[in-house]
């Protein structure tokens, strides 16, 4: 029995320990049958963002939808906008920006692109974006002559080794077209 109390007690101090670690993300419904932002599964790293109006989207346009819900951004952190997987690559539909910071408590609207070559329907509580609450260090700004050398330098897009590639991959489809056209 004495066992049972002393492990109630650190479970006790273990639970109120955790509390003190946890983030709350204050959300403010602005439409009253607004959708709060969830995570979909325990594993996710972004809340998905519903839409609370529903818009059609032309070819090449970009369109601010509502989501009905202001939040409160912990300090110390940032909220980022994300693409959704589903709603690109079933849609061709992009987010075009969106960094929230602690000190903004307005609506959270999302900018959608159409990439595709058709109008895309987007639905009042459709899932259209994420948002992802990361920490953030605040840095003080200091001019230099120069920078230290690195490896990189300042060889910019493309420089890792992805354009190399794809031009190795150019030159064996161009030697199996060969090979066809001999056979």
């Known amino acids: 029995m004495v066992k049972k109390q002393n492990n109630n007690k650190v479970n ?87 960094t929230f910071d602690s000190a903004y408590t307005g609506e959270v609207s999302v900018v959608l692109v159409n990439l595709g070559e058709g109008t895309v329907g987007i639905e009042k509580g459709m899932r259209i974006a994420q948002l992802v609450i990361i920490p953030v260090t605040r840095v003080s700004v200091k001019e230099v002559k120069s920078l230290a050398q690195t490896q990189r330098g300042e060889k910019g897009f493309g420089s890792t080794g992805f354009k190399e590639r794809i031009n190795e991959l150019n030159k064996l489809a161009e030697e199996v077209k060969e090979d066809k056209i001999k056979n």
Request: charged residues 35%; without cysteine.
């Open 12 to 98: 006790k101090k273990r639970v109120k320990e955790e509390e003190k670690l946890k983030f709350f993300l204050e959300v403010k419904k602005i439409s009253k049958d607004a959708f709060l932002p969830e995570y979909m599964f325990d594993t996710d790293v972004g809340l998905d963002l519903k839409a609370n109006e529903t818009v059609e989207i032309f070819p090449m346009e970009q369109k601010t939808v509502k989501t009905g819900v202001a939040v409160m951004i912990p300090k110390g952190h940032v909220g980022l906008i994300r693409d959704r997987a589903g709603i690109v690559s079933k849609m061709n539909v992009h987010t075009a920006a969106g």
